[in-house]
């Protein structure tokens, strides 16, 4: 184990039925930098970003966050799965490349939802409003306030999610992942849709989350975007890795440039990542 | 220590008679599992399409063929397909209506999956009430119910005389266990060819993978729909009129309530959703049924169906096949 | 690049409808235009009303306004107002002269029954419209605290004696078995939530409905327990001796039951509105819009779940023990599915997620066979009918919550989380 590594993957495979979504791929984040994993259509980025989370079991693999299994702990009759909450509150947080936001609760009550894993607060102080939960309902307020302000749309904190524009629900998605006090930032695609002045307004967000200190991990298809802000950048196709390294050098490797010029650049279309 | 007793002495009686009830079992648990492969819902209302069955069974038999004391030969074989048929046509028709009326509205609007549930177990119970209330005396609006059911059991006619055929392991192995055992495997077959080698079947498999992926390869998904439907109906339906030959069922509107828990539980048992799961888990828990009853005494058998299907639940949630109508 | 899940969504794209079908065809454009004809009379007729109800409206709103403003008092003050009408009901008749409907529908037993099931639908409702989960064994938390009181006052044991010596009295334990059949039929409802909750939400439904019925074969079968089909009589009723304060409960048709019941009501919906503004009640409802994205999130959903279903069940246990208590004699028929399934009628006509909703729903259920006596009969087969109209045209119920009704209205993606909660792929 590397020194400075926050997260590190060996060797995850992860099979549906007779598929296999994700051959055999190890990856390490270092603590504090900006991540990038990108990959043509179908590549298995999203599969990936699923397997970190819990939300699927790789088929074998283990995944190391701090030094720490956090697939499962113990082995054979003994072995217990971790569970997606457990994972976000161990301090992984994500976004959804098809935001996935509570649509009719409201952006702060989104967000709040985020700061409730930290809560302790159960059913009893909820009934009698105890103290704890009621230092811990004016904490998430205020911090999802503060997180809300963060991301700039403050403005909207009391508006429904749905009514949301596109841009606005990523941000708010982001809020709601800081919300639960990540160490890892997941992003999946979250440029997707973007204009060009919102892209650029998202990457300089991202540069402000690295530094507050929380290393990030970017799913992205657009390249102009993973080249300005990314210091690594891993590429999978077909579910495997086939690069890995400075965004530069990762750029000039001939079978990422064939991954992507052959039947993943067709398929994806032009438009968004033509810098690629 | 009573326990291993009586299964010990019981153990082949008990074994006949789980494999003719699971054979039941097994033919309503296809039903179910159709239709929760192809879309994802415990049809709660199956077991009043079953229920139904039963009283085509006791119309045609008392009514249609004036039955009163068993009969042989040639008009036994004439009432056996007389009854049968309308039986597993109406509760097909029954099943596809239930599809239509209590599902399709909601399947349009893409409503939560709490909805279906909801819907299915209301018009159970309205399908049920409404057997309660055609005694003759009710009335909806200006219509007067005709007096078909009412809220007490009806004996069925006994079609035939029980005779041993032959003696296994100490064992009567009668005829009428006989014919349920050989109608079921007969039906089972032919609805596995059909799933399988047809192009309705294939249509079904299809949309019970991806029905997404289905509708774009020109698979017409209402009309498959409905097929399943009507096929896990004419299924229940059969299973109906031989309930009411060898337990000798009464035609009554509670009477789908229990074997339509202990089929999906058979279901779950097989592999919800697997077609080949759902005959192996209904003879299965026919079988666990019986034995157990043996053991713990006939006032627990309603409950062993139930500890089955948690026990799946907990240790194996695919169920002994696995998932899926496709495999 | 969706990775496809390993879920099939029953969600269906609109399908392609066979080209031959001209009589269909025909059949469904003159149906559009019918309805389509009739959808702006409609229109229209509202607009008219609309406009003519526009002085009313309008300072009805004002009034809302200035209530939401003042919540901080308003709202207690709705309620105290509320309540004080709820428990002067039954004095309707003393009163005034009511046409002989409205006597029936306010005498005390009628109303103890009306509240006992609104007691139990916003248990229920608490399961199914705030966590989305389906419980059709719900009668049997309520037998698990009938019988409870049944056992704990010492009623079967006089009965098992062979019914010498004095009947057994409750007196002041009343509370404390009160207590007892909390914690028991939430026990109850933790054994049987905790290995179900884990698996997708449908089962739950079946596991429950198998439930119900196991608890009834159970009570019936464990004579020397429960006292098998024969049930225990002699049940206690309450009664309290507090310093100077003496109360006591009587028969059936005492009106004291109803304030009893009353108050356990209030108690419920006060407790039940500050967990649903909270934590957990965010959890609901995250859970109900993305299963996925919720425990993404950090939230326990198998916990979550399991506190509403333990909710649920204690209310039902509680309820049940006052029920025994008032009824004096309980009995395995009368623990029914149908029972079940009524309760659920009433959350669903009222409006899942709508503490309101359980309580108008629970009433109507209730009171509309009592007060048209010759419908009784047909009160299972009209709402199971209900049952299926409400989810078919009015999703949300009669008095629906703003959120719920977003979300049964509208199209869902309901998609669970089958992996990450311990299933398979």
Redo the contacts between chains.
Sequence with gaps: MTEDAILEAKSIVKQFGGLTAVKDVSLTIRRGEIRGLIGPNGAGKTTFFNLMTGIYAPTTGNMLFEGKDILGTGSGLLQRKRKPYDITKSGIGRTFQNIRLFQNMTSIENVIVGTDAHHRANVFDAIFRSPRFRREEKEGQERAERILTFVGIHKYANELAGNLSYGDQRRVEIARALATRPKLLLLDEPAAGMNPTEKQRLNALISKIRDEGITILLIEHDMKVVMTICDRVAVLDHGEKIADGAPQEVQRNPQVIEAYLGAGAATHGGGANASA | MDCLHNVADQFWDQLRNGLTLGSIYAMIALGYTMVYGV????N?AHSEVFMVSTFTTLYAVRDWFNVTAPITGGKLLMVMVGALIPAMIISGVLAVLLER??YR???R???????????A??????????F??MDGL?YIGPIKLPAIAGPNPQAVPELFKTSTVFHLFGTDITNKRIMIVVAAGVMLFILDRFVRLTRLGRGIRAV?????AA??M?V???KVIVTTFFVGGIMAGAAGFFYTIVPGAPAFWFVG??PG?KA??AA?LGGIGNIRGAMLGGLLLGVVETQSSACFGT??V??T??VV??LV??FK??GILG?QVAS | MSDKPPVNQKQEPSSTRPQNQSLTRRYEAARDRSKATRSAAYARFRKAVRKDLEPVTSRWRTFRGKIEDNRKWAYPLIGLILITIAALLPFLGDWFSIPIWLQRATNGSVLARTALFVLFALGLNVVVGFAGLLDLGYVAFWAIGAYTAGIATGAHAYLEGGSVGPEPTWHMWMWAILLLALVVATLAGLLLGSPTLRLRGDYLAIVTLGFGEIIRIVANNLDHVTGGPRGIRNIPHPEIHVGGLNVVWGTLIDTKYYWLLLGLVVLWIVAIRMLDNSRIGRAWVAIREDEVAAASMGVNIVRMKLAAFAIGACTAGVGGVIYAEQINFISPPTFNIQQSILILAMVVIGGMGSIGGAIVGASAVVLIPEVFKSLDDYRFFAFGFAIVLMMIFRPQGLLPSKRRKAELVGASQDQQLYEAAGGSG
Excluded: C, K
Aim: hydrophobic content about 60%.
């Design positions: 879309l994802q819902l415990i709660f009326l209590a509205p909601l399947r609007r893409g409503a939560p999956r709490l909805s279906f549930l909801i819907s177990i209301g018009a159970s119970l309205f399908i049920q009430y409404l309660v209330l009710h019970a993978q991806d029905p997404e509708s774009m020109g017409n998904i209402d309530f229990l828990i999906f539980a779950v006032q627990w309603n409950v169906a139930f299907l948690v639940l907990l949630p695919t998932e």
